[in-house]
């Protein structure tokens, strides 16, 4: 069982930065795809980012730019760096694992999740 923890999110101001962790407790990371989701008030759950065990990465349409989704191994985390961040890019943010070979930002690809950090921007 992989157990996910995501930190890092708090309130900033719209232009602001922030980077989300997600610790794990497994080494087993390294061959897993790991993604980055979010739901935003009033909404259902969406892709955001998302990297496999070769190190390719996917991102949604508005993340293009202006996130970055990485790995460390050796420390059993992944980060998600956001950068010029928007009040639309406010609410919950959510980690979580895959067995699959590529990249996704499909939630039914991933089996193991976190249970969010909350990111809120202010205009």
């Known amino acids: 069982q992989v157990e996910m923890v995501e930190s890092g999110g708090e309130s900033v101001q719209a232009g602001g930065s922030l980077r989300l962790s997600c610790e794990t407790n497994?080494?087993?990371?390294?061959?897993?795809?790991l993604g980055w989701f979010r739901q935003r008030p009033g909404g259902g759950r969406e892709g955001v980012a998302a990297?496999?065990?070769?190190?390719?990465?996917a991102y949604a349409i508005f993340a293009m730019d202006r996130f970055t989704v990485s790995k460390d191994n050796d420390e059993r985390t992944f980060y998600l760096q956001m950068t010029n961040l928007k009040p639309e890019d406010t609410g919950d943010y959510f980690c979580?694992?895959?067995?699959?070979?590529?990249?996704?930002?499909?939630?039914?690809?991933?089996?193991?999740w976190g249970r969010g950090t909350r990111v809120t921007v202010s205009s």
């Open positions: 979580a694992a895959g067995l699959l070979k590529g990249t996704s930002l499909r939630e039914p690809d991933y089996l193991y």
């Open positions: 497994s080494y087993a990371i390294r061959h897993y795809s």
């Open positions: 990297i496999n065990s070769d190190g390719q990465r």
